[in-house]
């Protein structure tokens, strides 16, 4: 009777409240993980947040690749926030815990936008054939509804599976221990601690995967194989270059992301390791976005055209504003 009693006990419990055990093997080190982590997040929200804004105020930048760019940006923002903040509170604090209702919120937000960056970047890649392949046609084919549709349905098909794939993973009981050996709420370790069969996950989940991630890689994959199929048969090398470098912040960005990401969910179950794959996940949960607006802002000229005429714009109303000022105009 006191064991049934003890194990209701211990599975209300688990009902409530997981513990994330995160990065606590590094116990010497949070400190220091914490300033790096921090450092790393607000160059990320600082960083995107003004590709956002430099784009918003320069017309010069008002086409469908910086379109684009911008929801990159924004979902970068919600993506890494979604785990940053937990992460950094935990370095700090003794009881690494989580209810069960931030976990799957968590998760929700997480997998939500993860999922909608996998389907815009092969929009960006669809983007990118249409400018090289199809050049005469590009402001044809990349209309602004056109664009907005994109974006549109890159959101509306990632909340769909989403939110059926966490709610069927939520909806199994959880019993045994409830630590989760990861430093966030991620599919595979929270799936680890359901006392029964997950089957249901994995018929939900394999479609997710197959269609709306390998999908759409394979579409990037698609498009930059008639991509550098054109660009090689261009007759200058100057146009060759320039061709390249408009699709290389591009191809960064993917190699990042998709190339991590598809490590840790393509590997087998019985392959996980949590502190490796912890180390691979902070790749594309914390490093990949701080990379997109480095990436976007050092090696692209008209990017930095449009930092340094709005630098400028800002200087000489400082300097109007001052003048008015010094000859007593209101």
Known sequence: MNNVQSLS?????????????????LNKLQILLFLIFLVTYLVTLIGNLLIILLIKLNASLH????????????????????????LLVHLLVEEKTISIVGCAAQLYVFSITGLTECCLLAAMAYDRYVAICHPLHYTTIMSTRVCAQLAGASWCISILAEVAETTWLFSLPFCGSNRIQHYFCDVRPVEKLA????????????????????????????????????ILKLPSMEGR????????????????????????YLKPPSSYNPESDQLISLMYTV????????????????????????????????????????????
């Open 287 to 330: 490093v990949t976005p701080m990379v997109n607006p480095i990436t976007y802002t050092l090696r692209n000229q008209e990017v930095k055209g449009a930092i340094r005429n709005t630098v400028s714009k800002v200087i000489f109303s400082h300097n109007w504003m001052n003048w008015r000022l010094e000859r007593g105009f209101n």
């Open 9 to 25: 006990k211990e599975n209300q419990t688990i009902s409530d409240v997981f513990i994330l055990v995160g990065f606590s093997y």
């Open 241 to 264: 270059r320039k061709a390249f470098s408009t699709c290389s912040f591009h191809l960064t960005v993917v190699t990042l992301f998709y190339g991590t990401g598809l490590f840790i």
């Open 63 to 86: 086409t469908p690749m910086y379109f684009f760019l911008v929801n990159l940006s924004f979902l970068e923002i919600c993506f890494t926030t979604s785990v940053t903040p937990q």
């Open 195 to 230: 006392c029964t069969d997950t089957w249901r996950n994995v018929v939900v989940g394999l479609p997710v995967l197959v269609l709306f991630i390998l999908g759409p890689f394979l579409l990037i994959i698609l498009s930059y194989i008639n991509i550098i199929s054109t």
